[in-house]
């Protein structure tokens, strides 16, 4: 098996080693390949990734490139953890619209537009060379905002993509977390997007979950008021206090020291420290703080269903087909897959809760109006997007936001041919 990492320089990257290790045994991953357009991190990640294989007793073979054709020649699964612009970028995300009185943040609202924009025209040129190159081959999609990224792939090109985040894991671990249950024991309908999506019908062992259990998974995360969980009955993505929150997030995003990017650029010079260290064979301990967590082992639970033909319920991002009956069957949602060596094949969703179905298929417009946007370049669809959007909305706004947030981002928008 030939394993690309696209993006590798991403301090991610060691996690996904370290699930490899896990599964040596039937996952045999025989060539690894990095792959970074920032020469310094993929030579630093390398290094490390040698020697944290050596460690974890894995046999395999590491290498990194520069040359994206090289690395995606011939693979069988290709991860894609890319961030364009880096972390300088996402401070601008967080930033501007926070000036507007707007929430500010690296995956929704005008912030999460601009990383789609400028992250969907290297992810179609992937998913083009890996038409030509690696036909039969998988990308496991990381990069964020991935339910737009997903979409862009799938209507534009004929590339295998399958779009992940770890939320579709997030109530099993807040079970373990809470209450010491094992992963297998928690069942639960999942439906929605990326980022927006809502927990119902949960159960363990079979059995649904008395009030008290609900109530200890709805505090487990805490990023939404236990109240709004409870007034539902449903548990919501973490995402969902931005919308449910809205003005209290504002404030404290605004009376914050420093921003959520801004954090994660000093973290991260303490972890490549670490990862440069050539004494070093362990993940740094910093990493815990970086969040993510659940995301390697969603991407090899992926990798052994399609591997080895394991029938596997999981939470994908696909193309609708009809599941959610409100939306169109192009739209990319994210809900639970049959999936095996054929692909991924969407479950019918046979109930979606009431209270959501407005708020899902706002932001659904306003997903499929950036997609075309940042295809197109086309200013007028991103204007029509952020009017969309349940975060914005406002005319005066838009048109105040649209021409800075260009300018920020000007040098990674080439589709927008900005002057």
Same mark, same amino acid.
């Given at each position: 098996?030939?394993?690309?990492?696209?993006?590798?320089?991403?301090?991610?990257?060691?996690?996904?080693?370290?699930?490899?290790?896990?599964?040596?045994?039937?996952?045999?991953?025989?060539?690894?390949?990095?792959?970074?357009?920032?020469?310094?991190?993929?030579?630093?990640?390398?290094?490390?990734?040698?020697?944290?294989?050596?460690?974890?007793?894995?046999?395999?073979?590491?290498?990194?490139?520069?040359?994206?054709?090289?690395?995606?020649?011939?693979?069988?699964?290709?991860?894609?953890?890319?961030?364009?612009?880096?972390?300088?970028?996402?401070?601008?995300?967080?930033?501007?619209?926070?000036?507007?009185?707007?929430? $500010?943040?690296?995956?929704?609202?005008?912030?999460?537009?601009?990383?789609?924009?400028?992250?969907?025209?290297?992810?179609?040129?992937?998913?083009?060379?890996?038409?030509?190159?690696?036909?039969?081959?998988?990308?496991?999609?990381?990069?964020?905002?991935?339910?737009?990224?997903?979409?862009?792939?799938?209507?534009?090109?004929?590339?295998?993509?399958?779009?992940?985040?770890?939320?579709?894991?997030?109530?099993?671990?807040?079970?373990?977390?809470?209450?010491?249950?094992?992963?297998?024991?928690?069942?639960?309908?999942?439906?929605?997007?990326?980022?927006?999506?809502?927990?119902?019908?949960?159960?363990?062992?079979?059995?649904?979950?008395?009030?008290?259990?609900?109530?200890?998974?709805?505090?487990?995360? $805490?990023?939404?008021?236990?109240?709004?969980?409870?007034?539902?009955?449903?548990?919501?993505?973490?995402?969902?206090?931005?919308?449910?929150?809205?003005?209290?997030?504002?404030?404290?995003?605004?009376?914050?020291?420093?921003?959520?990017?801004?954090?994660?650029?000093?973290?991260?010079?303490?972890?490549?420290?670490?990862?440069?260290?050539?004494?070093?064979?362990?993940?740094?301990?910093?990493?815990?703080?970086?969040?993510?967590?659940?995301?390697?082992?969603?991407?090899?639970?992926?990798?052994?269903?399609?591997?080895?033909?394991?029938?596997?319920?999981?939470?994908?991002?696909?193309?609708?087909?009809?599941?959610?009956?409100?939306?169109?069957?192009?739209?990319?949602?994210?809900?639970?897959?049959?999936?095996?060596?054929?692909?991924?094949?969407?479950?019918?969703?046979?109930?979606?809760?009431?209270?959501?179905?407005?708020?899902?298929?706002?932001?659904?417009?306003?997903?499929?109006?950036?997609?075309?946007?940042?295809?197109?370049?086309?200013?007028?669809?991103?204007?029509?997007?952020?009017?969309?959007?349940?975060?914005?909305?406002?005319?005066?706004?838009?048109?105040?936001?649209?021409?800075?947030?260009?300018?920020?981002?000007?040098?990674?928008?080439?589709?927008?041919?900005?002057?």
């Amino acid at each position: 098996m030939k394993f690309t990492i696209v993006g590798a320089g991403s301090s991610y990257t060691p996690e996904l080693l370290d699930e490899m290790g896990a599964r040596k045994d039937s996952l045999p991953v025989k060539d690894i390949v990095l792959y970074d357009i920032n020469e310094e991190r993929l030579e630093i990640m390398t290094g490390f990734c040698r020697r944290f294989a050596k460690q974890l007793g894995l046999n395999v073979s590491i290498s990194s490139t520069t040359d994206l054709e090289k690395a995606l020649y011939g693979a069988d699964f290709v991860d894609t953890q890319i961030r364009v612009g880096g972390n300088r970028q996402r401070v601008k995300d967080e930033k501007i619209p926070l000036k507007y009185g707007l929430i $500010g943040q690296e995956t929704t609202g005008a912030g999460g537009m601009m990383k789609a924009f400028r992250t969907i025209p290297v992810m179609l040129n992937v998913a083009r060379k890996m038409e030509e190159l690696s036909p039969n081959g998988w990308i496991i999609n990381y990069t964020n905002p991935t339910g737009l990224v997903t979409e862009a792939v799938t209507k534009n090109t004929k590339a295998n993509i399958a779009g992940f985040c770890s939320g579709g894991i997030f109530p099993k671990m807040w079970a373990k977390s809470s209450m010491g249950i094992d992963y297998d024991r928690v069942q639960y309908d999942y439906v929605g997007l990326n980022h927006m999506n809502f927990i119902s019908n949960i159960t363990i062992d079979g059995r649904p979950i008395a009030k008290e259990e609900f109530t200890k998974l709805a505090n487990a995360d $805490g990023s939404v008021k236990t109240e709004i969980n409870e007034l539902f009955g449903v548990l919501t993505s973490p995402y969902l206090q931005y919308y449910y929150q809205t003005g209290e997030k504002v404030q404290s995003l605004r009376e914050a020291k420093q921003t959520r990017g801004e954090f994660v650029q000093e973290l991260e010079k303490e972890v490549y420290a670490a990862y440069a260290d050539e004494n070093n064979f362990e993940k740094p301990a910093a990493l815990a703080k970086r969040g993510g967590g659940g995301y390697s082992e969603v991407a090899m639970n992926f990798v052994n269903a399609v591997y080895n033909n394991v029938d596997t319920e999981m939470v994908v991002n696909v193309p609708n087909q009809g599941a959610i009956r409100f939306l169109p069957d192009d739209a990319v949602v994210e809900i639970p897959c049959l999936v095996n060596k054929r692909g991924m094949k969407p479950l019918h969703v046979a109930h979606v809760p009431e209270m959501c179905w407005g708020l899902i298929a706002a932001v659904k417009n306003y997903e499929q109006l950036a997609v075309d946007a940042a295809v197109e370049g086309s200013i007028t669809k991103m204007k029509w997007a952020l009017m969309a959007h349940p975060l914005v909305r406002e005319y005066d706004l838009v048109e105040k936001l649209v021409p800075e947030l260009l300018e920020a981002n000007k040098e990674f928008l080439p589709q927008f041919r900005l002057k």
